[in-house]
């Protein structure tokens, strides 16, 4: 069982219009299974599950479409964030929080903080997220110490980059999961997706289930790890 599995959660519009409903159906379709792929990832025994709930690029979308998604994330936090703490689940976001409304970051805030302490399956939620705009942070963060004189060029190396990400004590996905046919990453995890295996799923996300979950687990372990090397590695 691979240690870390990340998820791009694409599809909730396709499989709305498919269904003649509005696409906040689908979306709320698909924090239905998020529920399912939490309990089943715990359940399974995966360290580390990681979700591409919102990235920066979504901005972009009609308004309209943003305050819902903002409605649905301010739900589950007041909803289902006890049932994750009663089961031991840890909470960590990743994203920039600057410019996002004050009553959202302390939504943020209190996930991470309420679960803290527990030391179950770790649930990374990628939140206004960009891979992009977390290396230009890392990079300007080194600049930064270079220029003060506290880093020097040659001590610049991927390990020392890497320390200035967002929640960098976690290891690199064993697994990048993504659902409704799409293959690309689309700006998720590009750092650490380095040596992660892709495994795209033809189902829309809100029909995701433990079923698909296992079946994209199963395609990983018949894959041969070699990180660059000529020996096949187990996943860590």
């Given at each position: 069982m691979p240690r870390h599995v990340a998820i791009i959660m694409d599809g909730?519009?396709?499989w709305a219009a498919a269904r003649g409903l509005p696409?906040?159906?689908?979306?709320r379709r698909g924090v239905e299974a998020l529920r399912r792929t939490v309990r089943a990832a715990g359940d399974l025994g995966i360290s580390v599950l990681t979700i591409f709930s919102f990235s920066s690029e979504n901005w972009s979308r009609p308004p309209s479409e943003i305050h819902d998604l903002m409605g649905l994330l301010r739900r589950f936090v007041r909803n289902d964030l006890a049932d994750l703490h009663s089961r031991n689940v840890r909470v960590r976001i990743i994203g920039e929080r600057e410019d996002l409304d004050r009553d959202i970051c302390l939504l943020l805030q209190e996930a991470e903080d309420l679960t803290r302490n527990n030391d179950g399956l770790v649930l990374v939620i990628a939140f206004n997220y960009g891979?992009?705009?977390e290396i230009a942070r890392a990079a300007r963060r080194v600049a930064i110490e270079v220029a003060q004189g506290r880093l020097s060029a040659e001590a610049v190396?991927?390990?020392l980059l890497a320390r200035?990400?967002?929640?960098?004590?976690?290891?690199?996905?064993?697994?990048?999961?993504?659902?409704s046919g799409e293959q690309r990453l689309s700006n998720f995890l590009l750092w650490q997706a380095a040596y992660s295996e892709l495994v795209f799923v033809p189902i829309n996300w809100p029909d995701f289930d433990r079923t698909a979950l296992e079946g994209a687990l199963?395609?990983?372990?018949r894959r041969e790890r070699r990180f660059g090397g000529?020996?096949?590695?187990?996943a860590s």
């Open positions: 909730n519009g396709r696409r906040v159906e689908g979306h891979a992009r705009q190396t991927p390990e200035h990400f967002h929640a960098s004590d976690i290891p690199d996905p064993d697994v990048i999961i993504r659902t199963a395609e990983y372990r000529l020996i096949a590695q187990t």
